[in-house]
């Protein structure tokens, strides 16, 4: 699947929209907020959602109520998040469970709770959506290197199975934006590491003409999307390299680590019946 509408703020799977009326669900960008922190000229201001060291968390709170707002029709959803450690470990928030009041460590989050919105964060890192549309369970994923050689979203929809019984047939996936193969040279060690880990790492590193081992993240979690059964056509990448598209993205590699990030929002909405 390929086509996906684009706006300014969040980039969405068209398809999904059409499919799954009671389903909210995007990926950000830097485009629609109110952060003039990392600028790249005097006239625009960011979308930053992470309460970065330096930018105002004033601002951030703002983006995040637009995100909310774009994404749902309502600037109060709750963006349920996690605190991010690039593990292969994920949590799930129950139906009728209360929310967090703190967030807890983990790279992947699974709900069937309506009205909120699982967020992950990202600069760089691939953030993953998973939507299980016969059980209406959603799913988001984190996942930078660490979290793909410890298996986040292979891990994830199996804990989808074993905690909600989603099957794969069931499964469709969003890839958003990430750093592309075209950006991301890694060092031997790391390479090592892929082969290690999977029986296809040959299909996950190019080697330029100089010699630079560039390591394809995109791919990775495809491939781990793909071993949990899920249909290659149900499988959706949206919005590219976050290296190359500067104006579009944050990038932590494209920005030496001053910037802002970006998140990746699904959720259940309220209304019953559709
Ligand atoms: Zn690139």
Known sequence: ????ISSSMVLAVHEWSARFPWLWHGFSTRAGGVSAVYSQDAQSCDLNLGLTAEDDPACVGENRLRLAERVSGLRGTPLVGIRQIHSGASVTLRRNQALWSEAPQADGILSDQPGVLLAVQTADCIPVLVVDGNQRVVAAFHAGWRGTVQRIVEQGIAQMRSEFG????????AIGPGIGACCYAVGEELVERFTQQFTYAEHLVQRTEAGTQML?????????????????GQITTVGGCTCCQPQRFFSHRGQLGRTGRMMSVVGIAHTTGI
């Open 1 to 4: 699947m390929k086509p996906t």
């Open 166 to 173: 989603s099957q794969p047939e069931h499964l469709v996936a």
């Open 216 to 232: 394809d993240l995109t791919e990775a979690n495809r491939r781990q999307l793909l071993a949990t059964g899920i249909d290659a």
